[in-house]
C-alpha cells in the first residue's frame, strides 16, 4: 500500500475489482485483507461489500466470526486483537483459501482460454456444475477472442462431454 490516498485507481471499484471481492468475502479473514487485494481503500471495500454482506446475512450465508458475531463485525473483535483466533476462525486456513482460490481462477481462465466447455473446466477444478460459466468474466478480450478461434478447432473434432 505504497500508493498515495489520492491516486484515483485505489478510489475506485472496477467491476473486475468488484468481482474479485465478491469471490473473496465468504473466505477473507478481514475487509481489511480485501482491500490489500483489490489495492483499494479499506472505505471503497466497506461500501462495495454492504449490500452483498446484507444479502449473504439475509440468505444466511453471511461468514462468521470466530467470536460467534457476524465477521467484518465492527470495533474489531477481542479474538483479533489478541491474535489468538479461536481453532473454528483458522485464519492460516482462509488465506490459504485465498490462495488456491487465485490458483483455481488462473487454471480456470487457462482452459477457458483454450476454448474447453464449461462442463469439462468444471470438473478438472471439482466446482459445481455451471461454475466456470462464471470465470468467463476474468478473461480479457484478447482471451476472449482467443477462446471463439480455439472452440471453433475444437468443433471440428468434437468431444463428448461426459456430464
Ligand atoms: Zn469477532
Known amino acids: 500500500m505504497s500508493h498515495p490516498d489520492t491516486t484515483t485507481e485505489t478510489r ?3 467491476p473486475e475489482k468488484l468481482a474479485l471481492m465478491v469471490e473473496l468475502l465468504p473466505t477473507a479473514d478481514s475487509l481489511r485483507d480485501i482491500a490489500s487485494i483489490l489495492s483499494v481503500h479499506l472505505d471503497v471495500v466497506r461500501r462495495a461489500s454492504a449490500p452483498f454482506l446484507a444479502l449473504m446475512k ?3 450465508t453471511h461468514p462468521q466470526c470466530g467470536c460467534g458475531k457476524d465477521r467484518f463485525h465492527p470495533y474489531g473483535c477481542a479474538d483479533s486483537r489478541a491474535k489468538s483466533w479461536p481453532a473454528d476462525c483458522l485464519p492460516g486456513q482462509t488465506r490459504a483459501g485465498t490462495v488456491v ?3 483455481r481462477r488462473r487454471v480456470a481462465v ?3 482460454t483454450q476454448g474447453q466447455r464449461f462442463c ?3 470438473r478438472a477444478l ?3 456444475k455451471g461454475t466456470a460459466k462464471y470465470y ?3 478473461l480479457t478480450p484478447d482471451q476472449l477472442a482467443k477462446r471463439e478461434r480455439n472452440q471453433r478447432e475444437r468443433a471440428a473434432k468434437p468431444v463428448r462431454c461426459a456430464a
Do not use: A, I, P, S
Request: hydrophobic content about 50%; aromatic content about 4%; overall charge negative.
Open 126 to 128: 471439482g466446482m459445481h
Open 120 to 122: 469439462d473446466v468444471d
Open 136 to 138: 468467463l468474466r476474468y
Open 58 to 60: 439475509l440468505n444466511g
Open 110 to 112: 487457462e482452459m477457458l
Open 101 to 103: 482460490m487465485l490458483e
Open 12 to 14: 475506485v471499484m472496477t
